[in-house]
């Protein structure tokens, strides 16, 4: 059974770039979760998404990121124009329902960006 | 606002030493709550989890976890501590909105002394 599984692990990307995080849930998994991890500090949620469906996303900065999880394929956490401060752990988290229960989220190692 | 304080930034132990890492939440139910761990560099390992019952919990790698619910707590504990050990913990707490949300802590990190 694999896990969640992210990548790239490292990405660098010159400011104005754009980076694209992928991220593929346990299988069976319908529920992504995205979070955001800065130096020194603990994860911030970002986004909460379903198949085809955004059901949370109070924790996205306003402009710039945007974040998918078509029928088909990973979850995608996109950042357009990126700036040094979108330096940071992206971790992403999946889980068979909507609730925390059982085993909570299950998460996958993270991509780490940095913005040169 | 529902969060998690863990009042230690960062602790250090000698081997073989016990170990206690605080948590604190706020949040006007019984919440769920969790405790991870992160080395460096990986993504995170659930240690043990509280959802309801007995208020002490047991966990992988010889940890556990005692929810109080007067003191809004749910300390880590661990008998004795192995160099493996060192590592950043976080503390999270499930809340229900429509869906269960988790909220982190900001992260303990565990250093441990040979």
């Known amino acids: 059974n694999a896990g969640v599984m992210q990548n790239p692990r490292h990405l660098v990307r010159r400011r104005g770039q754009e980076a694209r995080l992928r991220c593929s849930p346990v299988?069976?998994?319908?529920?992504v979760y995205w979070y955001r991890q800065l130096p020194e500090e603990g994860l911030k949620f970002m986004v909460y998404?379903?198949?085809?469906?955004?059901?949370?996303e109070s924790g996205m900065p306003k402009e710039r990121f945007s974040a998918e999880f078509p029928k088909e394929g990973p979850s995608i956490l996109r950042i357009q124009q990126v700036v040094r401060g979108d330096s940071a752990a992206y971790f992403c988290?999946?889980?068979?329902?909507?609730?925390?229960?059982?085993?909570?989220?299950?998460f996958g190692s993270g991509t780490r960006l940095t913005v040169v | 606002a529902q969060s998690v304080t863990q009042p230690d930034i960062h602790i250090t132990v000698s081997e073989g030493a016990s170990l206690e890492l605080r948590c604190n939440y706020s949040?006007?139910?019984?919440?769920?709550l969790f405790w991870y761990v992160q080395s460096p560099g990986q993504g995170l390992q659930l240690l043990l989890k509280?959802?309801?019952?007995?208020?002490l919990v047991q966990g992988i790698k010889g940890f556990e976890a005692e929810f109080k619910r007067s003191q809004s707590s749910f300390n880590l504990r661990k008998p004795s501590v192995h160099w493996s050990d060192a590592a950043e913990y976080f503390c999270?707490?499930?809340?229900?909105?429509?869906?269960?949300?988790?909220?982190f802590g900001p992260g303990t990190s565990l250093s441990v002394i040979p």
């Open positions: 988290a999946s889980s068979p329902k909507n609730t925390a229960g059982n085993d909570g989220y299950t």
């Open positions: 299988k069976g998994h319908s529920h």
């Open positions: 998404l379903q198949k085809e469906n955004i059901i949370d």
């Open positions: 949040y006007g139910a019984t919440p769920y």
């Open positions: 509280y959802f309801s019952g007995d208020t």
């Open positions: 999270a707490v499930g809340v229900k909105t429509s869906y269960d949300k988790v909220i």
